[in-house]
């Protein structure tokens, strides 16, 4: 055990891991950390679809909802790939499908300029958007407001879930090349 690992253990801290037979001497803390992400992003999926659903949508999955507000983001339409390269989901058939569940519901629509087709919200997808909005500040962001926080603490663990994300992208690339 190295000395890091040995004095994090003698000040009565222990590890909090998802999975023990990963956290070995080298990268316990990693597995923390991931520990971490899975709860963050299991949290925030189940806030997403409850804040939707309070906004007065329960029908939407969490990836809906990213796609939604990703179409709504700065205004301007969007493409597939885009939308897909922008959220980080590898898998573009499933963005498809909530593309094509959100054009149905009538919240975002496609138009076709050649072989590609840009999405944009409609006015109820932005209507929808603005009251999730709301919910959002009155739920989440006051909350924030109750406790000692720095806003520029959380823009430098954004800074680092980023940074974080690319280490696992390239991990996974060198995995699947084994």
């Not at 949290?43 to 659903?53: E, H, K, L, Q, Y």
Request: charged share 25%; glycine share 6%; aromatic share 8%.
């Amino acid at each position: 055990m190295n000395k890091d690992n040995k004095d994090h253990l003698d000040k009565g801290e222990r590890q909090i891991v998802s999975s023990r037979h990963l956290a070995t001497e080298k990268g316990w803390q990693l597995s923390e950390y991931e520990y971490g992400l899975i709860m963050a992003f299991h949290a925030f999926s189940r806030w997403m679809t409850r804040c939707m659903a309070a906004a007065g949508n329960q029908e939407m999955s969490p990836l809906d909802i990213l796609v939604l507000h990703h179409v709504n983001h700065r205004d301007r339409q969007k493409r597939l790939s885009d939308i897909s390269f922008l959220l980080n989901v590898e898998d573009v058939h499933t963005v498809n499908y909530a593309l094509k569940k959100l054009v149905k519901s009538g919240l975002i629509a496609g138009e076709r300029n050649g072989k590609e087709i840009f999405y944009s919200t409609t006015k109820t997808g932005v209507a929808l958007c603005e009251t999730y909005r709301e919910v959002r500040e009155q739920c989440l962001v006051g909350s924030l407001k109750t406790m000692d926080f720095n806003p520029d603490e959380l823009r430098r663990v954004a800074g680092m879930l980023r940074t974080l994300s690319g280490f696992y992208d390239q991990a996974s690339r060198s995995a699947a090349s084994l």
